[in-house]
Protein backbone atom coordinates (compact mmCIF):
# COMPACT_ATOMS: atom_id res chain seq x y z
CA UNK A 1 0.00 0.00 0.00
CA UNK A 2 1.30 3.36 -1.35
CA UNK A 3 1.01 6.90 0.97
CA UNK A 4 -1.93 8.02 0.26
CA UNK A 5 -3.91 4.81 -0.43
CA UNK A 6 -2.78 4.39 3.38
CA UNK A 7 -3.62 7.56 4.29
CA UNK A 8 -7.07 7.28 2.86
CA UNK A 9 -7.50 3.65 4.43
CA UNK A 10 -6.57 4.81 7.48
CA UNK A 11 -9.07 7.85 7.31
CA UNK A 12 -11.70 5.71 6.84
CA UNK A 13 -11.09 3.46 9.69
CA UNK A 14 -10.42 5.79 11.94
CA UNK A 15 -14.08 7.30 11.34
CA UNK A 16 -15.23 4.06 11.20
CA UNK A 17 -14.53 3.75 15.29
CA UNK A 18 -10.75 2.07 14.82
CA UNK A 19 -8.96 3.82 17.93
CA UNK A 20 -5.42 2.50 16.20
CA UNK A 21 -5.92 3.73 12.78
CA UNK A 22 -3.35 5.65 11.78
CA UNK A 23 0.10 5.83 9.48
CA UNK A 24 3.42 5.13 10.12
CA UNK A 25 5.74 7.97 8.85
CA UNK A 26 8.93 6.00 8.80
CA UNK A 27 7.47 3.25 6.51
CA UNK A 28 6.67 5.83 4.00
CA UNK A 29 9.80 8.15 4.10
CA UNK A 30 10.80 7.79 0.18
CA UNK A 31 6.82 9.61 -0.27
CA UNK A 32 7.71 12.62 2.35
CA UNK A 33 7.48 15.44 2.29
CA UNK A 34 4.13 15.34 0.56
CA UNK A 35 2.86 19.01 -1.04
CA UNK A 36 -0.65 19.72 -0.47
CA UNK A 37 -2.94 22.32 -2.23
CA UNK A 38 -6.12 23.18 -0.48
CA UNK A 39 -9.05 26.31 -0.31
CA UNK A 40 -7.97 29.21 2.09
CA UNK A 41 -11.00 28.23 4.10
CA UNK A 42 -10.54 28.82 7.87
CA UNK A 43 -12.63 25.45 8.28
CA UNK A 44 -10.26 23.36 7.28
CA UNK A 45 -7.30 24.60 9.45
CA UNK A 46 -8.06 22.19 11.98
CA UNK A 47 -8.23 19.35 9.45
CA UNK A 48 -4.70 19.33 7.72
CA UNK A 49 -2.58 17.88 8.21
CA UNK A 50 -4.39 15.91 11.21
CA UNK A 51 -6.59 13.96 8.72
CA UNK A 52 -3.65 12.98 6.84
CA UNK A 53 -1.93 12.02 9.58
CA UNK A 54 1.14 13.50 8.56
CA UNK A 55 3.96 15.53 10.98
CA UNK A 56 4.32 19.14 10.10
CA UNK A 57 7.56 18.94 8.97
CA UNK A 58 6.92 16.31 6.21
CA UNK A 59 3.55 18.67 4.95
CA UNK A 60 4.05 21.39 3.08
CA UNK A 61 0.49 23.17 2.56
CA UNK A 62 -0.49 25.45 -0.47
CA UNK A 63 -3.59 27.73 -0.10
CA UNK A 64 -5.57 29.41 -2.58
CA UNK A 65 -9.53 30.74 -3.03
CA UNK A 66 -10.63 27.11 -4.41
CA UNK A 67 -7.57 25.36 -4.62
CA UNK A 68 -8.34 26.20 -8.16
CA UNK A 69 -5.09 26.03 -11.13
CA UNK A 70 -6.04 27.66 -14.78
CA UNK A 71 -3.16 26.33 -16.33
CA UNK A 72 -0.20 24.21 -16.61
CA UNK A 73 1.99 27.51 -16.21
CA UNK A 74 -0.17 29.81 -13.72
CA UNK A 75 1.51 30.63 -10.24
CA UNK A 76 0.08 27.92 -8.35
CA UNK A 77 1.47 25.30 -9.94
CA UNK A 78 4.97 27.27 -10.23
CA UNK A 79 4.17 27.03 -6.36
CA UNK A 80 3.76 23.61 -6.39
CA UNK A 81 6.86 22.88 -8.27
CA UNK A 82 8.89 24.88 -6.21
CA UNK A 83 7.68 23.27 -3.11
CA UNK A 84 9.00 19.61 -4.83
CA UNK A 85 12.24 20.88 -6.49
CA UNK A 86 13.13 23.17 -3.49
CA UNK A 87 11.72 22.02 -0.18
CA UNK A 88 12.17 18.27 -1.84
CA UNK A 89 8.14 16.89 -2.34
CA UNK A 90 7.38 13.78 -3.12
CA UNK A 91 3.92 13.70 -4.07
CA UNK A 92 1.52 15.96 -4.29
CA UNK A 93 -2.32 16.30 -3.41
CA UNK A 94 -4.91 18.60 -4.15
CA UNK A 95 -7.61 18.52 -2.02
CA UNK A 96 -10.99 19.79 -2.68
CA UNK A 97 -13.65 20.29 0.47
CA UNK A 98 -17.49 20.15 0.67
CA UNK A 99 -19.72 23.46 0.59
CA UNK A 100 -16.75 25.52 -0.94
CA UNK A 101 -17.78 29.36 -1.16
CA UNK A 102 -15.59 29.92 -3.88
CA UNK A 103 -18.39 28.17 -6.08
CA UNK A 104 -21.65 30.30 -4.78
CA UNK A 105 -22.27 32.99 -6.58
CA UNK A 106 -20.37 35.70 -5.99
CA UNK A 107 -22.53 38.46 -7.20
CA UNK A 108 -24.60 37.56 -3.58
CA UNK A 109 -21.48 37.12 -1.66
CA UNK A 110 -19.78 40.42 -2.57
CA UNK A 111 -21.80 43.59 -3.11
CA UNK A 112 -22.75 43.97 0.73
CA UNK A 113 -19.45 44.45 2.26
CA UNK A 114 -18.16 45.75 -1.01
CA UNK A 115 -20.10 48.69 -1.18
CA UNK A 116 -19.25 49.46 2.11
CA UNK A 117 -16.42 50.53 1.02
CA UNK A 118 -17.41 52.50 -2.08
CA UNK A 119 -17.07 49.64 -4.35
CA UNK A 120 -19.62 47.59 -7.15
CA UNK A 121 -18.22 44.67 -8.30
CA UNK A 122 -20.79 42.87 -9.69
CA UNK A 123 -19.56 43.08 -13.47
CA UNK A 124 -16.39 41.28 -12.33
CA UNK A 125 -18.52 38.48 -10.23
CA UNK A 126 -20.34 38.43 -12.80
CA UNK A 127 -17.25 37.32 -15.12
CA UNK A 128 -15.71 34.87 -12.57
CA UNK A 129 -19.09 33.28 -12.28
CA UNK A 130 -19.10 32.61 -15.90
CA UNK A 131 -15.51 31.21 -15.22
CA UNK A 132 -16.89 29.02 -12.20
CA UNK A 133 -19.81 27.47 -14.21
CA UNK A 134 -17.05 25.37 -16.20
CA UNK A 135 -16.00 24.03 -13.64
CA UNK A 136 -19.48 23.27 -12.20
CA UNK A 137 -18.60 22.05 -8.80
CA UNK A 138 -15.55 21.25 -6.28
CA UNK A 139 -15.14 17.91 -7.20
CA UNK A 140 -15.02 18.67 -11.08
CA UNK A 141 -12.66 21.54 -10.15
CA UNK A 142 -10.33 18.74 -8.54
CA UNK A 143 -10.10 17.20 -11.44
CA UNK A 144 -9.53 19.98 -13.40
CA UNK A 145 -6.73 21.53 -11.18
CA UNK A 146 -4.65 17.92 -10.92
CA UNK A 147 -5.26 18.10 -15.03
CA UNK A 148 -3.17 20.70 -15.46
CA UNK A 149 -0.93 20.13 -12.36
CA UNK A 150 -0.32 16.77 -14.52
CA UNK A 151 0.35 18.20 -17.63
CA UNK A 152 2.38 21.07 -16.40
CA UNK A 153 6.44 20.77 -17.82
CA UNK A 154 7.46 22.27 -14.64
CA UNK A 155 6.26 19.23 -12.98
CA UNK A 156 8.13 15.90 -12.95
CA UNK A 157 6.18 12.72 -14.37
CA UNK A 158 7.49 11.00 -11.64
CA UNK A 159 5.93 12.83 -8.92
CA UNK A 160 2.56 11.49 -8.41
CA UNK A 161 -0.53 13.96 -8.68
CA UNK A 162 -3.60 12.82 -6.39
CA UNK A 163 -7.19 14.44 -6.27
CA UNK A 164 -9.44 14.43 -2.96
CA UNK A 165 -12.41 16.08 -1.33
CA UNK A 166 -12.49 16.62 2.17
CA UNK A 167 -15.43 16.59 4.68
CA UNK A 168 -15.34 19.84 6.59
CA UNK A 169 -17.08 18.30 9.37
CA UNK A 170 -16.17 14.91 9.85
CA UNK A 171 -12.68 15.01 8.27
CA UNK A 172 -13.29 12.48 5.82
CA UNK A 173 -11.22 11.72 2.90
CA UNK A 174 -12.33 10.47 -0.59
CA UNK A 175 -10.18 9.54 -3.56
CA UNK A 176 -10.99 11.56 -6.58
CA UNK A 177 -7.98 10.66 -8.72
CA UNK A 178 -5.22 8.59 -7.84
CA UNK A 179 -2.44 9.59 -9.02
CA UNK A 180 -0.42 6.16 -8.92
CA UNK A 181 -2.59 5.12 -11.64
CA UNK A 182 -2.51 7.72 -13.75
CA UNK A 183 0.33 6.45 -16.41
CA UNK A 184 2.65 9.67 -17.51
CA UNK A 185 2.41 9.14 -20.83
CA UNK A 186 -1.23 9.66 -20.52
CA UNK A 187 -0.21 12.99 -20.46
CA UNK A 188 0.45 15.73 -23.20
CA UNK A 189 1.13 19.15 -22.76
CA UNK A 190 1.16 22.11 -25.67
CA UNK A 191 1.55 25.48 -24.77
CA UNK A 192 -0.31 26.65 -27.61
CA UNK A 193 -3.21 25.08 -26.10
CA UNK A 194 -5.36 25.95 -22.82
CA UNK A 195 -7.05 22.94 -22.31
CA UNK A 196 -5.86 20.05 -20.07
CA UNK A 197 -5.76 16.61 -21.06
CA UNK A 198 -8.83 14.50 -20.42
CA UNK A 199 -7.11 10.74 -19.69
CA UNK A 200 -6.66 10.73 -16.16
CA UNK A 201 -8.86 8.10 -14.43
CA UNK A 202 -11.93 9.51 -12.09
CA UNK A 203 -13.05 7.73 -9.09
CA UNK A 204 -16.40 7.44 -8.33
CA UNK A 205 -18.24 9.53 -6.53
CA UNK A 206 -17.57 9.35 -2.62
CA UNK A 207 -20.61 7.83 -0.09
CA UNK A 208 -21.63 10.61 2.07
CA UNK A 209 -21.07 10.07 5.65
CA UNK A 210 -23.25 8.37 7.53
CA UNK A 211 -24.78 9.70 11.17
CA UNK A 212 -22.24 7.84 12.97
CA UNK A 213 -19.44 9.61 11.27
CA UNK A 214 -19.36 12.41 13.13
CA UNK A 215 -16.25 12.94 15.06
CA UNK A 216 -12.91 11.85 14.03
CA UNK A 217 -11.48 10.15 17.21
CA UNK A 218 -7.99 8.55 17.41
CA UNK A 219 -6.23 9.72 14.16
CA UNK A 220 -2.55 12.01 15.27
CA UNK A 221 -0.60 13.47 13.31
CA UNK A 222 2.38 10.66 13.35
CA UNK A 223 2.68 9.38 16.36
CA UNK A 224 3.78 6.27 17.72
CA UNK A 225 1.49 3.19 16.94
CA UNK A 226 0.42 0.47 18.94
CA UNK A 227 1.43 -2.91 17.08
CA UNK A 228 -1.40 -4.54 14.80
CA UNK A 229 0.13 -7.10 13.56
CA UNK A 230 0.68 -7.15 9.68
CA UNK A 231 0.96 -3.54 9.01
CA UNK A 232 -1.57 -1.55 7.54
CA UNK A 233 -4.35 -3.91 5.38
Known amino acids: MRLFEAIVDANHRALAGDSRAGIR ?41 GNIITSPL ?30 HPLQHLLPDPLQFFGLNVEGAAAKLNEFLSQLVDERKNVVQAVKFAR ?18 ETGQLDWVINGYQAAPLDFSFDLK ?4 PSTIPEAPAPRPAS ?20 GLS
Do not use: Y
Open 25 to 65: PAEFADALPVVVLTCFDPRLHPLMPEVLGVAESDFIWITNA
Open 74 to 103: SSTVRSLALACAVHGGKEIAVIGHNDCRFF
Open 151 to 168: ASPLISKSIPVHGLMAHT
Open 193 to 196: ETQP
Open 211 to 230: PKEKSFPGFKIGGDLPPIGG
